[in-house]
């Protein structure tokens, strides 16, 4: 095996020497080294604007708000009011997996735009953004509509919001507005928190005839089922006695969020695109969260042990243990026999705004090292964790965002527990808010890079090549030429699911198979033999 670079600082020298001085100065405060465990943990410059000219891996605020956190909900009709582009290219490019059953709605498969044209830029959109809703509604009779303007809307001025509530009177279901436009924020981050005040606003806890049963009932909060995860993750709550009051919004419907605030605890799985709905439906119901992490059978395990003492029910602990017991028998028997092939292999991973955290736990299983990793659009709360800097303004950088003004509803607020019975479960490691950033336990030798570009990555895959590198489609093809498997683990590339107990055995599998196949490494492009011009031949 090749030994690895590890002075992060004389890398980091190397990976911004080509830059002007100015850009340089930059990114070197996005690029730091990880740090060992009980350290104090460095500032790290994140969700700031990608500097002009550099070719980020960042998406837009509209991806944020409709493809990410309302896009999976499978009921509502969610309209793209814009030009075909932006519909046509979030239209089923992020594997959320949907199961309607016989007699359930389903939109996940069409893509609703108003296809504005030049005609609708110059004279305004409104008239065919009221169309479009009304042709949906014949079409499909949807129980909600959801609206989502692009780039050229905010510049043009559509009132898409008056649009909504005209509509929403004259049709009579629930319809309501985002202004996302993508140039809203600096990244995608911008569009979660615009989803999280509208659901907020306009959906949850808009019912309150339905009685929810169950004894120990939960939302989960940043789940998209992306190659089914949150199949894998209802399988084993339901095996343990947990009732899923709705999650936000992997195979959704717009019922679960209306009567989402019967819950008696947010479990958060990915806190970068929920976390403003924990903190707005614990002011206003009284619902407390804790963070967590069904990615790495070790991760689930904890999570679930968490979850069942915030209930504190000797049966539900019990159960929860024997599921546990149950479940890692399976795992175990993998990981044994895989880990020899795979143990001391290096991997790195830049995705997103938690999954290049969440798994690294799932590489520690195979007793692989993290070389490097880090997020397009996080915060510094991601990074730096919470419990360890309690004080950290989570959305001090949302700019542009109205954060919405939220009280405790005089009906409704019912706190599920007093302060000191949640100081009592935080010391049984309940960890109400709590949750580990990225950079601590990473060790000194490991990179932690925010906004990593595209002239990093391939600077840093000459230095380290790692055994396999993690991250999306604009990588993909650019690494895997270079010799180097890469992951994408945004849509597990056809995989998945990869979450709970069976999701890591997925996980070990095609792991083990990409580390430990030749292919990659064998393959040569053409201009590595050919130099750089190809030769074309024309068809007669
Ligand atoms: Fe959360 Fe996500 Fe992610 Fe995210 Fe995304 Fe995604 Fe992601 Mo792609 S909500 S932050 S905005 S876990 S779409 S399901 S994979 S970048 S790491
Ligand atoms: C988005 C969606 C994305 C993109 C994935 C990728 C996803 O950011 O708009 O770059 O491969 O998960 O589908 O993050």
Not at 69 to 92: A, E, K
Not at 229 to 242: H, T
């Amino acid at each position: 095996m090749s030994t690895k670079p590890t002075n992060v600082e004389e890398i980091k020298k190397e990976l911004i020497a080509k830059m002007p001085t100015k850009v340089a100065r930059k990114r070197a405060k996005s690029i730091l080294p990880g740090t060992e465990m009980g350290e104090p943990i460095p500032e790290i410059q994140s969700n700031v604007r990608t500097i002009p000219g550099i070719i980020t891996q960042r998406g837009c605020t509209y991806a944020g708000c409709k493809g990410v956190v309302l896009g999976p909900s499978r009921d509502i009709v969610n309209l793209t009011h814009g030009p075909i582009g932006c519909g046509f290219y979030s239209w089923l490019t992020r594997r959320n997996q949907t199961e309607a059953g016989p007699d359930g709605e389903n939109f996940i498969p069409y893509s609703f735009s108003t296809d504005m044209t030049e005609h609708d830029i110059v004279f305004g959109g409104e008239k065919k953004l009221r169309a479009a809703i009304k042709e949906a509604y014949d079409t499909f009779h949807p129980k909600a509509i959801s609206i989502f303007s692009t780039c050229p809307v905010g510049l043009i001025g559509d009132d898409i919001h008056a649009v909504a509530r005209t509509m929403q009177e004259e049709l009579g279901i629930t319809i309501f507005a985002n202004s996302c436009e993508g140039y809203k924020g600096v990244s995608q981050s911008a569009g979660h928190h615009i989803a999280n005040n509208q659901i907020m606003k306009h959906v949850i806890g808009t019912d309150d005839d339905t009685k929810i049963e169950g004894k120990f009932k939960v939302n989960m909060l940043g789940e998209y089922n992306i190659g089914g995860d949150a199949f894998e993750i209802e399988r084993i709550l339901e095996k343990c006695g947990f009732t899923l009051v709705a999650t936000f919004s992997g195979n959704s419907t717009v019922q679960d969020f209306r009567v989402a605030h019967n819950a008696d605890l947010n479990t958060v799985m990915c806190h970068r695109s929920l976390n403003y709905v924990a903190e707005m439906m614990e002011t206003k119901f009284g619902i407390p969260w804790i963070k967590v992490n069904f990615i790495g059978a070790e991760a689930s395990a904890k999570s679930l042990r968490r979850m069942a003492a915030y209930f504190e029910d000797q049966e539900l602990i019990d159960r929860v243990e024997a599921v546990i017991a149950e479940e890692l028998v399976a795992v175990n028997k993998v990981v044994e026999e895989i880990k020899p092939r795979t143990a001391g292999k290096t991997a790195m991973l830049f995705v997103g705004g938690s999954r290049a955290h969440h798994y690294q736990e799932l590489f520690k299983e195979l007793d692989m090292k993290i070389l490097g990793a880090g997020y397009e659009f996080a915060h510094r709360d991601d990074y730096e964790g919470r419990h360890v800097l309690p004080n950290i303004k989570v959305d001090a950088d949302s700019r542009n965002i109205e954060e919405l003004e939220i009280l405790p509803d005089p009906e409704r607020y019912k706190p599920r527990k007093t302060e000191a019975e949640m100081a009592r479960l935080n010391e049984k490691g309940v960890d109400f808010k709590g949750y580990e950033g990225m950079i601590e336990g990473m060790g000194k030798n490991a990179m932690v890079i925010d906004d990593i570009n595209h002239y990093e990555t391939e600077k840093l895959l000459e230095i380290y090549k790692p055994d396999i590198f993690c991250a999306g489609i604009k990588e993909k093809f650019i690494v895997q030429k270079m010799g180097i498997p890469l992951k994408q683990l945004h849509n597990y590339d056809m995989g998945g699911p990869y979450a709970g107990f069976n999701g890591a055995i997925n996980w070990y599998r095609d792991i083990d198979r990409m580390v430990n196949t030749k292919v990659w490494a064998l393959i040569k492009a053409p201009w590595q033999s050919t130099g750089p011009e190809l030769e074309a031949t024309y068809v007669a």
